[in-house]
């Protein structure tokens, strides 16, 4: 493996004073003068026809300057699957129609928050209440409501995947397996609710603080849904707390905020409270899955047949997203020779499920994993070995869809194995205690192009200064993963500088280089790693050329930039520090400053992502048979994501990954009462504390994926699928009972020992 | 009617004018423009909130702006002695990666100085036990309670030097 001063280090993160300082900005920390505070008047009911709005009580209403509904707006579409216009069925505010409680109906700006939020309640809405559709199979039924015109089914995207021959796979199986399986909704539960502040300057361009995910997919929608050109919108993503997916969408409040600096002429913010964000927030897709997979008697996989249909709520939101990757994670972890996927995006009167962390991979991996385990005890074979009988490997295909490059799945299972002491374990604990295996694999971000960005999928410039130092511009968001450290981490590695050498500025549509499609997939250090490392490559072309003229060096000498100098390798005194060799090369340009542009858009790579992480976990359970509580004693996690460019910070998002796991597993769920959600708050929505974590261990298993910035690829992502299939599967181990239907909660449990 | 008060934050002392019903929270990050502490729920159960008033950690907004006047306060912003130096929970949050997306930091360091201040060496359960009262959806916690465990040593140590000299 090469030997690196600064990747694979402890390297603390960059962001991490400011944040233990309390001096770090997040968007509800920002205050403009003469600012004003606005609130939303969401749908009281689940599905209607809005008949009128009166707001002129509150507008009436002494410190309103601002109250809009729908009228007050261009009535433009949007969604993030810009490539089909017709999947864009979100307007900014409610017009003519409601789809779910809690559906943007009217905003208010004021004062202050206090009068804005009575302002809300002097807004009369007549709505005409329609009978609405809570589950997949009453949309899908006969007769159903149909909750948007365009699309009477209630079925909004239609995915299929199919190789092999299905039919001759069955018929070849000697053992078949068919289950049913059902998904409740979860929150991203961010701790830092949305917050938007939009300020309108002299010339009527807008600028946007927001706390997104994606600055760039916001400044186009925000663009189009206000009828303004891209280039009149800046977005800033200033420190974000916290997305998992739920921030990567235009969303009301940002488009309200601008609109109503416009009107107003004043700065305008809303700052979201955590009930609105419970009941009206994005949340992982409720999913129905049933699946049928046949096996030769010797535990090899014949043939998968994968039925998915997606609660996807009132919109579309990322839902085409997800279920098109549904498919593509069933046919993911191990061979399927024949292999059929039907996925159905179905309309709701719910509020929109959208992306989380692990986008459609934890709901079809947990289906797939729960079956190997019935598998391998019906077929008389330990969970451990059916897994690494039909483990993908380097260079397996999904045909038409992806391609596997780097693959340190099986090395996972066994290091896992392992560690755990599995086989030991697996026969000598005691009634009451368990343990199982539940893997993964996930994408390093996604090639399909449904935004139909016209940029690279993500740049970087670089600048560097005589004095030593370097400036590096790119539009990905860090919004906590730690993605700002991790570039500057391989820019300071490719140019020899240190952390501190380089100032970074990141996330402003403005300043930074077009484009980024932001974060999610796991997509940042892949993409922008590989971005940022195409930019100091062209820096470091034109340092070795000064080196190279000043010392005379014989063509065939290699030069490079290590520890602060630019030398050549063989000679090392044949050199000069990096800031000198930039003063040279901008000399020799009469004075211009140094700088390149890098980018990376991933090209040949199939339909799906350029490199996929893999991996396996194992979770010690006792279940307490008085109660049925779920107890998870140890955790041990082995994972392939390439090269470590950062340990802690693999480590911290691994130990965040189980926390949302556990959670998936144990106690998470949006408890629905029809359309509404009823747990609200934090007191009622079960997130896992610092008293519910297991003792955890992890191997990061080495391999170097030939596509990723110095070999790296995803994590932190991928893990958040593991983990519940584990518990389930050492659930099972401890008691018999084996749960189909997250979450494994203490009533499930008790009713079935 | 607004209701004067006097507080003691960070060692500065304030007189404000407040509504009735206005929050701590309110008060520090709106009046006082001291933002480090956060709002994450506003209905106590998150933790981002927490601040110190005279010697109790509370949720500042649960805690009436009224209710603190002539009180001593301690936000995230009165941790670090300057802009030079940090408070040991605030160097061992940075050097064992107990800090993400850092929107529940400050309530965290809060509610380490609150436990260590009472318990110099508390037991991985007791700082566990000292955390459940706060959420965090990025670390999986157990980074934050190493970094508690290594602040509380090198306090023991800081302390112990200070007496000594």
């Given at each position: 493996m090469k030997e690196y001063s600064?990747?694979?280090?402890?390297?603390?993160?960059?962001?991490a004073e400011a944040k233990a300082r309390g001096s770090?900005?997040?968007?509800?920390d920002i205050r403009l003068p003469g600012m004003l505070h606005g609130r939303i008047l969401r749908s009281p009911i689940a599905h209607g026809i809005i008949r009128s709005i009166d707001t002129s009580k509150a507008s009436r209403l002494?410190?309103?300057?601002c109250v809009i509904t729908s009228?007050?707006?261009?009535?433009i579409k949007y969604g993030n699957w810009r490539l089909f216009p017709?999947?864009?069925?979100?307007?900014p505010l409610a017009v003519d129609k409601v789809r779910f409680i809690?559906?943007?109906v009217a905003a208010v700006a004021a004062i202050d928050r206090d009068t804005a939020e009575e302002a809300l309640e002097l807004i009369e809405v007549e709505y005409e209440e329609l009978p609405g559709t809570f589950d997949v199979e009453s949309s899908r039924a006969?007769?159903?409501?149909?909750?948007h015109d365009y699309c009477p089914s209630n079925v909004s995207v239609n995915r299929k995947i199919k190789y092999g021959d299905i039919e001759k796979g069955f018929s070849e199986s000697d053992y078949i397996r068919e289950d049913t399986f059902s998904f409740q909704a979860i929150s991203h539960a961010y701790l830092e609710p949305c917050a938007s502040l939009a300020q309108v300057d002299l010339d009527g361009r807008i600028t946007l603080w927001t706390s997104t995910q994606t600055p760039y997919i916001v400044q186009c929608l925000l663009a189009s849904t206000l009828g303004m050109?891209?280039?009149?919108i800046r977005i800033i993503k200033p420190?974000?707390?916290?997305?998992f997916g739920g921030k990567m969408e235009l969303r009301p409040w940002e488009f309200c905020a601008a609109l109503m600096a416009k009107k107003t002429g004043r700065p305008v913010k809303f700052t979201l409270g955590r009930e609105e964000e419970f009941l009206a927030g994005r949340r992982r897709h409720p999913m129905k899955i049933h699946s049928r997979v046949g096996f030769k008697k010797d535990g090899t996989l014949v043939a998968k047949d994968l039925r998915i249909q997606l609660d996807?709520?009132?919109?579309?939101a990322m839902g085409p997203t997800a279920t098109f990757l549904c498919g593509n994670f069933g046919a993911?972890?191990?061979?399927?020779p024949n292999y059929r996927f039907l996925g159905e995006h179905v309309y709701t009167n719910k509020p929109p499920a959208s992306a989380m962390r692990g986008f459609g991979a934890p709901q079809s991996l947990y289906a797939s994993e729960v079956q190997m385990n019935i598998a391998a005890e019906e077929l008389g074979i330990d969970p451990v070995d059916i897994r690494l009988k039909n483990a993908q490997v380097s260079g397996d295909q999904i045909p038409d869809v992806a391609t596997i490059s780097s693959c340190g799945f099986s090395e996972s299972i066994r290091a896992v194995a392992e560690m755990s002491g599995w086989y030991e374990k697996r026969k000598s604990l005691k009634p009451g205690q368990g343990i199982g295996i539940g893997c993964y694999s996930f994408i390093?971000?996604?090639?399909?192009?449904w935004f139909n960005?016209?940029?690279?999928?993500s740049a970087a410039e670089v600048r560097v200064f005589s004095d030593g130092t370097a400036h590096l511009l790119t539009m990905?968001?860090?919004?906590?993963?730690g993605s700002d450290t991790v570039l500057k981490q391989i820019l300071a590695e490719e140019l020899g500088?240190?952390?501190?050498?380089i100032r970074m500025t990141s996330a402003d549509t403005a300043m930074t280089p077009q484009g980024d499609l932001g974060t999610?997939?796991?997509?940042v250090t892949l993409m922008a790693g590989n971005a940022v490392i195409d930019a100091a490559r062209k820096i470091k072309e034109q340092l070795f050329g000064a080196i190279s003229a000043r010392f005379n060096l014989n063509v065939i000498h290699h030069v490079e930039c290590k520890n602060g100098r630019v030398q050549a390798?063989?000679?090392?005194?044949y050199g000069m520090s990096f800031g000198e060799a930039v003063a040279m090369v901008q000399k020799a340009n009469r004075g211009e400053p140094l700088f390149a542009r890098g980018s990376y858009t991933p090209r040949?790579?199939?339909?799906?992502?350029p490199a996929f992480g893999f991996g396996a976990q194992i979770a010690e359970v006792e279940v307490d048979?008085?109660?049925?509580l779920v107890k998870v004693k140890n955790m041990w996690t082995a994972h392939d994501c390439?090269?470590?460019?950062n340990p802690r910070s693999v480590e911290g998002q691994l130990a965040g990954s189980i926390q949302m796991g556990l959670g998936y597993a144990l106690s998470e769920q949006m408890v629905m009462d029809g359309g509404r959600t009823?747990?609200?708050d934090f007191a009622d929505y079960k997130m896992p504390t610092a008293m519910d974590m297991p003792p955890s261990e992890v191997v990061h298993v080495d391999t170097y994926e030939?596509?990723?910035?110095?070999g790296a690829k995803e994590t932190g992502?991928?893990?958040?699928?593991?983990t519940a299939p584990a518990i389930s599967e050492a659930v099972y181990h401890a008691t018999g009972f084996r749960c189909?239907?997250?979450?494994?909660?203490p009533e499930k449990i008790l009713k079935a020992i | 009617m607004k209701h004067n008060i006097k507080i003691v934050v960070n060692g500065d002392e304030y007189s404000l004018a407040v509504?009735?019903?206005?929050t701590l929270n309110e008060a520090l990050r709106?009046?006082?423009?001291?933002?480090?502490?956060?709002?994450?729920?506003?209905?106590?159960?998150?933790?981002?909130?927490t601040v110190i008033v005279d010697g109790r950690a509370v949720s500042s907004c649960l805690?009436?702006?009224?209710?603190?006047?002539?009180k001593s306060v301690t936000t995230v912003?009165?941790?670090?002695?300057?802009?030079?130096e940090l408070h040991p929970i605030q160097e061992a949050f940075i050097k064992t990666g107990?800090?993400?997306?850092?929107?529940c930091t400050s309530g965290m360091e809060i509610a380490a100085l609150h436990l260590l201040s009472n318990n110099p060496s508390p037991t991985e359960l007791e700082i566990r036990k000292g955390l459940s009262g706060h959420l965090c959806r990025?670390?999986?916690?157990n980074q934050i309670v190493e970094a508690i465990s290594v602040a509380g040593e090198k306090m023991k140590k800081c302390c112990h030097e200070e007496e000594r000299s």
């Open positions: 600064i990747i694979g280090k402890d390297v603390p993160r960059t962001d770090a900005l997040y968007t509800d002494p410190g309103v300057k009228d007050d707006t261009p009535k017709e999947t864009q069925d979100e307007y809690g559906d943007e006969e007769g159903a409501p149909v909750i050109r891209e280039n009149d420190y974000v707390g916290g997305g996807g709520g009132a919109y579309n993911m972890l191990y061979r399927y390093s971000g996604g090639v399909f192009n960005t016209q940029y690279p999928f990905a968001s860090d919004i906590g993963q500088l240190r952390m501190e050498d999610w997939g796991s997509r390798t063989a000679r090392p005194d040949g790579k199939g339909l799906v992502t048979r008085e109660t049925g390439g090269t470590v460019i009823v747990n609200v030939p596509e990723g910035p110095m992502e991928g893990l958040a699928s593991p189909k239907d997250l979450p494994i909660t | 509504d009735p019903w206005r709106e009046d006082l423009n001291l933002t480090g502490t956060k709002l994450g729920c506003g209905t106590g159960d998150c933790g981002a909130c805690t009436l702006a009224v209710s603190v006047d002539g912003e009165g941790l670090a002695p300057s802009g030079d107990a800090i993400q997306c850092g929107f990025c670390t999986g916690y």
